[in-house]
C-alpha cells in the first residue's frame, strides 16, 4: 500500500502495488499527476503480463526480442487493473524492466508495480537518486538509491493495433527500426513530433501535458554552431545569464564568440546515446541558476534522435527556430 521510488535503466519510478488503487491515487497525489494520465505497470517476467492484460502473439515477438527492456507495450486491460492505475481507460500499458535492482524489487513484491517517472508532473524525468530524492524525499515510504540510470529517457511505448501493426505512442532507446528488424510494422503517432492540435483527443492521454520543462525557458535552434552563434549575438532578446546545450566538440567555438554564456557539453553531434544519458540531468543543473533562456540544438527525427526531438519539443513548449 506504500509509494516506493526505484530505479531503472530509462528514468526513476515511482512505484505502487498495481492491484492496490489506493495505492496507486497515492502515486497521482505524490507527483501532482491527472488522475487521467495512466500508470504503466511494471512486471518481473514478460509471461505475468496474462495476469493482467489480453495478450497476442505480436506481444510475444516483441517479448523474446526486447524483454527486459525498455520497451512498454499497451494491450487490452484485465480486471486485475483497477481503473485508477490506468487512468481508466480499457487498456493497460505493460513494461518488463531491465535493470536488476527493478526486476528484484517487482519480484519481491510478488505482484506488478505500477509507476510513472519519480518526478513532480511536469518537471524533467529523474535520471539520478540525487534528482529522485530532491522530487521525492517527503512524499514517499523509501526511495532505492540505484546510482545513474543507464539510458536517461523513458520508455519506448507501442500499442497493438487489430492488424497486429504496432503505432509508436513515445519514442525511446528501442527504435521504429528496431522494431522493424522483427518484421513488424510501426506507425508513428502524429503527436510524436507534432503539436497536438486543440481538438485532436490524445492517444496517450501523456502527450497533451507540457513536459520535462526545466525553469527557464527553452529554445531549441536549428543550424550549425555559426548560425547558432550569430544567432545569439544578433538577435537574442536577452543578452545576459544565457544557457546553451552545445556539442562537445562546438562548445569551445561558442565560449570563445560569446560572453557571458553558460555552456553545458551535451556529447558530440551524432553521439545520440550520450545526449539521451544527459539530458534531463543537464535540464535539471540548469534549474541552480537563474537563467534567463537556455539554448540546445534540435535533434534529428530518426533513430534515437526521435526520442530526444520528443522530449526536447516538449521541454521547449515547441520554441523551435530554424536558421
Ligand atoms: P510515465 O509514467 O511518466 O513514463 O508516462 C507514462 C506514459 O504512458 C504516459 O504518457 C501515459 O499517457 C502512457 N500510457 C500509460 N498507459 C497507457 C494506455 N493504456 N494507453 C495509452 N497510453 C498509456
Ligand atoms: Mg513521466
Given at each position: 500500500g506504500g509509494?516506493?521510488?526505484?530505479?531503472?535503466?530509462?528514468?526513476?519510478?515511482?512505484?505502487?502495488?498495481?492491484?492496490?488503487?489506493?495505492?496507486?491515487?497515492?502515486?497521482?497525489?505524490?507527483?501532482?499527476?491527472?488522475?487521467?494520465?495512466?500508470?504503466?505497470?511494471?512486471?518481473?517476467?514478460?509471461?505475468?503480463?496474462?495476469?493482467?492484460?489480453?495478450?497476442?502473439?505480436?506481444?510475444?515477438?516483441?517479448?523474446?526480442?526486447?524483454?527486459p527492456?525498455?520497451?512498454?507495450?499497451?494491450?487490452?486491460?484485465?480486471?486485475?487493473v483497477?481503473?485508477?492505475?490506468?487512468?481508466?481507460?480499457d487498456?493497460?500499458?505493460?513494461?518488463?524492466?531491465?535493470?536488476?535492482?527493478?526486476?528484484?524489487?517487482?519480484?519481491?513484491?510478488?505482484?506488478?508495480?505500477?509507476?510513472?517517472?519519480?518526478?513532480?508532473?511536469?518537471?524533467?524525468?529523474?535520471?539520478?537518486?540525487?534528482?529522485?530524492?530532491?522530487?521525492?524525499?517527503?512524499?514517499?515510504d523509501?526511495?532505492?538509491?540505484?546510482g545513474?540510470?543507464?539510458?536517461?529517457?523513458?520508455?519506448?511505448?507501442?500499442?497493438?493495433?487489430?492488424?497486429?501493426?504496432?503505432?509508436?505512442?513515445?519514442?525511446?532507446?528501442?527504435?521504429?527500426?528496431?522494431?522493424?528488424?522483427?518484421?513488424l510494422?510501426?506507425?508513428?503517432?502524429?503527436?510524436?513530433?507534432?503539436?497536438?492540435?486543440?481538438?485532436?483527443?490524445?492517444?496517450?492521454?501523456?502527450?497533451?501535458?507540457?513536459?520535462?520543462?526545466?525553469?527557464?525557458?527553452?529554445?531549441?535552434?536549428?543550424?550549425?554552431?555559426?548560425?547558432?552563434?550569430?544567432?545569439?549575438?544578433?538577435?537574442?532578446?536577452?543578452?545576459?545569464?544565457?544557457?546553451?546545450?552545445?556539442?562537445?566538440?562546438?562548445?569551445?567555438?561558442?565560449?570563445?564568440?560569446?560572453?557571458?554564456?553558460?555552456?553545458?557539453?551535451?556529447?558530440?553531434?551524432?553521439?545520440?546515446?550520450?545526449?539521451?544519458?544527459?539530458?534531463?540531468?543537464?535540464?535539471?543543473?540548469?534549474?541552480?541558476?537563474?537563467?534567463?533562456?537556455?539554448?540546445a540544438?534540435?535533434?534529428?527525427?530518426?533513430?534515437?534522435?526521435?526520442?530526444?526531438?520528443?522530449?526536447?519539443?516538449?521541454?521547449?513548449?515547441?520554441?523551435?527556430i530554424?536558421?
Open positions: 509509494l516506493v521510488v526505484f530505479p531503472t535503466e530509462t528514468v526513476y519510478g515511482l512505484g505502487a502495488d498495481a492491484t492496490n488503487p489506493e495505492a496507486t491515487s497515492n502515486i497521482y497525489k505524490a507527483k501532482g499527476r491527472p488522475s487521467d494520465n495512466p500508470l504503466i505497470i511494471h512486471i518481473s517476467d514478460p509471461k505475468d503480463a496474462e495476469e493482467y492484460s489480453f495478450t497476442n502473439s505480436t506481444y510475444y515477438s516483441l517479448a523474446e526480442r526486447f524483454m527492456g525498455p520497451l512498454t507495450v499497451i494491450l487490452p486491460s484485465k480486471d486485475t483497477p481503473l485508477t492505475t490506468r487512468g481508466g481507460l487498456t493497460v500499458a505493460i513494461r518488463c524492466p531491465e535493470n536488476p535492482i527493478a526486476k528484484e524489487f517487482i519480484k519481491l513484491c510478488n505482484v506488478a508495480i505500477a509507476a510513472p517517472s519519480a518526478n513532480i508532473s511536469g518537471s524533467p524525468s529523474p535520471t539520478s537518486f540525487e534528482y529522485a530524492y530532491a522530487d521525492m524525499n517527503g512524499r514517499v523509501a526511495i532505492i538509491d540505484g545513474d540510470c543507464d539510458f536517461g529517457l523513458e520508455s519506448t511505448i507501442v500499442k497493438v493495433n487489430d492488424d497486429g501493426s504496432l503505432t509508436m505512442l513515445r519514442p525511446g532507446k528501442i527504435t521504429k527500426e528496431d522494431i522493424e528488424s522483427i518484421g510494422k510501426v506507425i508513428i503517432a502524429d503527436a510524436v513530433i507534432d503539436t497536438l492540435k486543440d481538438d485532436e483527443k490524445a492517444i496517450s492521454p501523456g502527450m497533451k501535458y507540457k513536459h520535462y520543462a526545466p525553469i527557464a525557458p527553452v529554445v531549441l535552434l536549428d543550424g550549425t554552431k555559426e548560425q547558432i552563434v550569430n544567432y545569439i549575438r544578433e538577435n537574442s532578446s536577452v543578452k545576459t545569464n544565457i544557457a546553451i546545450l552545445a556539442y562537445k566538440e562546438e562548445s569551445e567555438y561558442i565560449k570563445r564568440l560569446i560572453n557571458d554564456i553558460d555552456v553545458y557539453e551535451f556529447g558530440t553531434r551524432g553521439d545520440e546515446t550520450t545526449q539521451a544519458h544527459l539530458l534531463f540531468k543537464l535540464l535539471r543543473d540548469t534549474d541552480k541558476k537563474n537563467y534567463s533562456v537556455i539554448y540544438p534540435l535533434p534529428q527525427k530518426s533513430g534515437i534522435g526521435l526520442a530526444l526531438y520528443n522530449r526536447m519539443i516538449r521541454a521547449a513548449a515547441h520554441n523551435i530554424r536558421l
